[in-house]
């Protein structure tokens, strides 16, 4: 069986760490990358002497095209090949929407819709043409239900959503399937290096109930699943055949969005109030 090459966004900590070292563990041949990896691709590697699988990590900026289309192409003529692309790589920043700046909402944006949508283009030409691969965007429970204070982080990760919706049509007479995975709370960095808008300090209007709902979802998130639960299942997903359009990971998200689509609007927007407003 021929060894399937992943590329994981984001891979230096997180959900994308903990991925890189699950795939490894399966044998795959895993490049992630990261923006903060310096030195050579051979250098900054790990293998798993059992399963024959590795881990190289490259630099790769999600934001730019060029950095983007250098790195597919060096992993494409070392392994002649590109089977699954996980795009995880992402930030959060919080604010109201009137303290969020549009420069902090355009990188927002540009990092964790456009950077998936940049790594989308760079590697379907190479699946196409194979006539097979999977395509794999890690979203969020809060791509589903928007929360306050996290209007723009929702956002990005609604319009991964739609994009993958689309994209499934376009690509399947091709051979190639894509996907969603939607995390909820988690433990890792991303708590810590989530970017609090520079308007939204105590001169804010908001600031009491932003700093309120911003503990409460700092608390849920260090009390989180761990990283590799989400590994876990992004690799049933690349196991799958043909896998389904989404799949939340831990069964509390999973009821939470099966109740979204049985209560009325004005229920659900009680609870998400009373939750973090």
């Known amino acids: 069986m021929e060894t399937k090459t992943v590329i994981i966004t984001g891979a230096s900590a ?34 798993d002497l059992q399963s024959g699988g590795f881990i190289r990590m490259i630099n790769l900026d999600v934001t730019c095209e060029d950095s983007v289309k250098t790195a597919v192409d060096n992993i494409i003529s070392k392994e002649g090949h590109v089977d699954v692309l996980i795009s995880n790589a992402g930030i959060g920043i919080a604010g109201s929407v009137e303290d969020v700046s549009l420069s902090e909402a355009a990188l927002q944006v540009d990092v964790n819709f456009f950077g998936t949508l940049r790594m989308i283009k760079a590697v379907i030409p190479y699946m196409r043409k194979q006539g097979y691969g999977k395509i ?38 091709f051979g190639i ?17 989530r970017i609090v808008a520079k308007n939204a300090g105590e001169d804010s209007p908001y600031y009491i109930r932003f700093k309120k709902s911003l503990s409460r979802m700092e608390k849920d998130e260090q009390n989180g699943a761990s990283p590799f ?10 196991k799958k ?11 509390q998200y999973k009821l939470v969005l099966f109740l979204k689509k049985l209560l009325p609007g004005r229920i659900q927007e009680k609870v998400i109030g009373i939750l973090y407003s």
Do not use: W
Request: charge should be positive; hydrophobic fraction near 40%.
């Open 14 to 47: 997180g959900i994308g760490k903990a991925t890189a070292e699950h795939l490894m563990k399966k044998g795959f041949h895993v490049y992630g990358t990261s923006r903060k990896v310096t030195g050579n691709i051979d250098v900054n590697a790990a293998e």
């Open 177 to 193: 399937k894509a996907c969603l995975v939607e995390p909820g709370d988690t433990k890792t960095d991303f708590t810590k290096s």
């Open 136 to 173: 794999i965007a890690i979203s969020s429970v809060a791509g589903v239900i928007s929360i306050p204070y996290q209007a723009h982080y929702s956002a990005s990760k609604f319009a991964v959503e739609g994009l993958i919706e689309a994209l499934r049509h376009e690509i399947a007479p």
């Open 241 to 251: 055949k043909n896998p389904p359009v989404r799949v939340a990971v831990g069964f």
């Open 229 to 238: 639960c989400v590994a876990s299942t992004i690799y049933k997903m690349i």
